[in-house]
């Protein structure tokens, strides 16, 4: 039985054309056309306008009759398209007053919010046709396929052990051995499927996939002449496409199945995926950015601007998107619900998060809208919410971003505390007791659990792994901005050496902060994110902040895992290590007493002595045993787990405490010997149940069982 | 886009029946353009119960359209308690076929033998 609304009642132009319906937004096929929907809260008038694909030249443009208009919205249904041979776009008529806030202006065709697939930049780094005035260009997109059954895997936030990941950066490299055409692109993450899966992670946080410019700032580096591009991606175009450029098939415009398939093939695998997502700013950048899409189609809404007009900056990037806006808070959520619902995604990452609790005049708000809706949505309801909780207009909010019992935290206090504590700085020890137990003097009092902790040591932002042990200073020199990007506050210690060095001393200790850098974090309660390439001791030379490098300084060297193959197995151990005791992995926070009936507290500290750990400012040791008992709030059984950590220049003696009678103590870990750990189920036996002898500058690992 | 029709004998490999198989001959790129004729085609060509090889070997491009189409055709085949095999995909296409997650649900064959091989048949 036909619809009886899928018929045309004009004809504008030669192109038969109706009344649509304002949802959903964006364009939808429907029988026989394509439903364009559009809204604006000051436009006046809106056309669509229609192209042959890649042409400059419209084919038709289509003056959206006021009947069309229901509210703010403009929508007509379009017959007889080309569907895969259309660019589409508009133009918006209203009041242009910088003061008003209003960029409305006939002369720029305008790329729709809502678009599915974004056009112009099809094969990531070709040059574009810079004379095109419309850059970014919508299309139109099949959204049906068949997921035989998959479904978002659910795994508990504290089971999970993410891996950030750059979806160029991980195959680009010809030694990936990935197929030319597949290099650096979605399908390349497809191939090295196995490689995850023998790392041990279950979810991948992939860098800004939306769809970005990579052109957007290029320059040539004032002295090398290099190409200096907008590698990472933290400058959205649209919200609602997948990066053409990241798809082996996005010269065909097939980038929606690609990675669609790509999450399906990884969730068939036990891997969730995370998207790092940016709503604090977009590629238009302020008052001399270009017009892409919002600035022409609703400027006073989209952006936080000042009484004068000009945008405010919180974002550092140039514009702040008015995430508390009415309009623009639906934006959000209808574009995390696209994600969620259509292409099955398990969590998102929200890059600068603390802007989306600032209203439209750029003040903290006690209870953001946006951030409750997200929190409560129906569709988002299980999905991970990780805030970066911080901004860069000033707001720093690790451990009080408005969370709704919801919302997780990369944890900047985890990240610092570890590494003071690791290249031995005094007064330390305080703290690490708090970020190995999830940072409950953070999250504790509000209710929050343990997995709000998302900790890390490293991410994009700063040192790799290998360089935070190879550095004391950043070297930047590389993004021509002569050494003053990137942070200043490394906590890094380079051991001796500034950069490569053949001291065999030096390099015996840098693996071994390595080892006890990912020990640690395998050890901690919250959740641990690795970065891209750790595991293979990756370096950038020293540079903190690879923003604009697309080449060998960011593409992962697959040639690392043959020669640091030991490093990936010991991280790989430490991984699995994690995975195979829950009692690393709690739901809630500890409660430092025995409410289990063992014996134990659920948590206990000591320190070269048993029962007595040594909390003075300069003290440089420190151990912590759980009770296996408490293992899941008392609900399953684990083995007792001791770890012993020296961080001073001396070997020392750890007197290690008793165990229930009918159990020993196993080495699992130890990163100040050889081998630095035992395959889970073949730890041996410790020669001395007492204690031990712990090498300067190492961590070591027990299971009592 | 052109459509070649032949029907082919061979032997069922477990009783040495004579069978006849329909090996269709796609020409040229199916796209958004050609697929619904491409459909039409194919279907019309296409009888329950039997066995069909479609050579893919002059199709030098298919579109988003295009692998829907095929799927769509081919789902509706094998409804029809047909079995059908692909044969000949070029290399681009049997990769984008792959990491768009197509190829999956295909059954495909290198050549014509390999097909034959799929098919339980002994080309006579």
Same mark, same amino acid.
């Given at each position: ?37 559009? &809204? ?42 080309? &569907? ?49 005035? &419309? ?28 891996? !950030? ?22 399908? =390349?993450?497809?191939? @090295? ?38 590698? $990472? ?9 997948? @990066? ?42 302020? !008052? ?22 000009? #945008? ?91 969370? #709704?019992?919801?919302?997780? !935290? ?75 990007? =990137? ?28 080892? *006890? ?18 595991? %293979? =001791? ?18 992962? *060297? ?14 790989? /151990? ?25 014996? &134990?507290?659920?948590?206990?500290? /000591? ?7 040594? $909390? ?31 961080? /001073? ?43 031990? %002898? ?12 | ?20 198989? +329909? ?76 990491? +768009? ?24």
């Amino acid at each position: 039985m036909d619809r009886i609304d899928i018929h045309p009642t004009h004809t504008v132009d030669g192109y038969k054309v109706r009344c649509g319906r304002p949802l959903p937004f964006g364009a939808t096929l429907v029988p026989g056309g394509v439903n364009f929907s559009i &809204y604006s809260s000051y436009a006046i008038d809106c056309t669509l306008v229609l192209f042959k694909r890649h042409q400059a030249e419209p084919m038709v443009e289509l003056l959206f009759p006021e009947e069309f208009r229901i509210g703010n919205v403009w929508s007509m249904i379009v017959f007889d398209l080309d &569907y895969e041979n259309t660019d589409y776009g508009y133009r918006m008529g209203g009041p242009l007053s910088f003061q008003e806030g209003h960029w409305f202006n006939r002369d720029k065709i305008l790329m729709d919010p809502y678009a599915k697939i974004i056009g112009g930049r099809d094969v990531w780094g070709v040059d574009p046709d810079w004379s095109d005035p &419309y850059q970014h260009r919508s299309r139109l997109a099949f959204d049906d396929f068949d997921w035989e059954g998959d479904r978002p895997l659910e795994i508990l936030p504290e089971d999970q052990v993410i891996y !950030e990941m750059h979806v160029r950066g991980f195959t680009r490299h010809p030694s990936s051995g990935v197929k030319e055409s597949q290099r650096g692109t979605f399908a =390349g993450i497809r191939t @090295k499927i196995p490689y995850l899966k023998e790392l041990g992670v279950n979810a991948i946080e992939l860098m800004p996939v939306f769809e970005f410019d990579e052109f957007e700032n290029s320059r040539r580096h004032p002295e090398t002449g290099n190409l200096l591009m907008n590698y $990472w991606g933290y400058s959205t175009v649209g919200f609602f496409a997948p @990066k053409a450029g990241y798809a082996a098939t996005g010269k065909f415009g097939m980038q929606v199945d690609e990675l669609k398939s790509l999450v399906k093939e990884l969730h068939r695998n036990g891997i969730e995926v995370i998207l790092d997502v940016v709503f604090n700013h977009t590629a238009e950048g302020n !008052e001399n950015g270009p017009y892409i899409s919002f600035r022409g189609i609703d400027n006073k809404t989209y952006y936080m601007l000042t009484p004068e007009g000009y #945008y405010y900056n919180f974002s550092g990037c140039g514009n702040t998107l008015n995430c508390n806006n009415p309009v623009v808070r639906n934006v959000v959520l209808d574009c995390l619900r696209f994600w969620a619902a259509e292409y099955h995604i398990d969590g998102f990452r929200f890059d600068l998060a603390s802007i989306l609790g600032r209203d439209p005049w750029g003040a903290p708000l006690a209870n953001p809208p946006l951030l409750e809706t997200l929190a409560f949505d129906p569709i988002l309801a299980k999905c991970k919410l990780i805030a970066e909780a911080w901004d860069a207009g000033g707001l720093y909010q690790v451990g009080s971003f408005p969370a #709704y019992g919801r919302w997780a !935290e990369w944890n900047g206090k985890y990240r610092d505390g570890i590494r003071k504590f690791l290249k031995g700085d005094a007064g330390c020890v305080g703290d690490m007791a708090q970020r190995l137990q999830g940072s409950p003097d953070l999250y504790a009092w509000a209710g929050r659990a343990p997995a709000t902790s998302i900790n890390f040591i490293t991410a994009h932002d700063g040192f790799t792994l290998a360089d935070l042990v190879s550095y004391n200073d950043k070297h930047n020199e590389a993004n021509g901005e002569y050494n003053n990007d =990137g942070g200043n506050d490394n906590d890094s210690w380079n051991c001796g050496a500034e950069g490569w060095t053949d001291d065999p001393g030096i390099n015996d200790l840098r693996s071994r902060q390595m080892r *006890n850098a990912i020990a640690l974090l395998m050890v901690s309660q919250g959740v641990p994110m690795l970065l891209m390439g750790d595991e %293979l =001791g990756r370096s950038q030379n020293g540079n903190n902040n690879t923003y604009c490098h697309d080449n060998d300084l960011n593409w992962l *060297n697959w040639d690392l895992l043959e020669t640091n193959r030991d490093l990936f197995d010991f991280v790989s /151990h430490c991984i699995h290590f994690r995975l195979a005791h829950p009692v690393l992995r709690n739901h809630n926070h500890f409660q430092n007493r025995d409410y289990a009936g063992s014996g &134990y507290a659920d948590i206990t500290w /000591h320190g070269t002595q048993a029962w007595q750990a040594n $909390w003075s400012a300069d003290s440089h040791t420190l151990a912590f045993m759980l009770c296996g008992r408490h293992a899941k709030q008392a609900t399953v059984a684990d083995d007792f787990i001791y770890v012993a950590m020296n961080t /001073h220049w001396q070997t020392q003696w750890f007197e290690v405490p008793g165990l229930p009678s009918g159990l020993t103590w196993h080495v699992a870990a130890n990163t100040g010997a050889a081998p630095a750990y035992f395959p889970l189920g073949t730890e041996p036996p410790l020669e001395n149940q007492q204690g031990l %002898l712990v090498r300067d500058r190492s961590v070591v690992i027990l299971v009592g069982r | 886009m052109e459509l070649k029709l032949q029907t082919l004998t061979a032997n069922l490999l477990d009783t040495q029946a004579l069978t006849a198989v +329909t090996l269709i001959t796609l020409v040229g790129d199916i796209d958004g353009n050609t697929a619904p004729g491409v459909q039409a085609d194919v279907l019309a060509a296409a009888a329950p119960d039997s066995k069909m090889i479609l050579d893919m070997t002059e199709v030098p491009y298919m579109s988003s359209a295009g692998l829907r189409v095929l799927l769509a055709v081919y789902r509706q085949m094998t409804a029809q308690n047909s079995q059908v095999v692909l044969v000949g995909l070029a290399e681009e296409i049997r990769d984008t076929m792959e990491v +768009t997650g197509f190829l999956d649900f295909f059954t495909t064959a290198a050549t014509l033998d390999e097909a034959y091989g799929l098919l339980q048949l002994q080309p006579v």
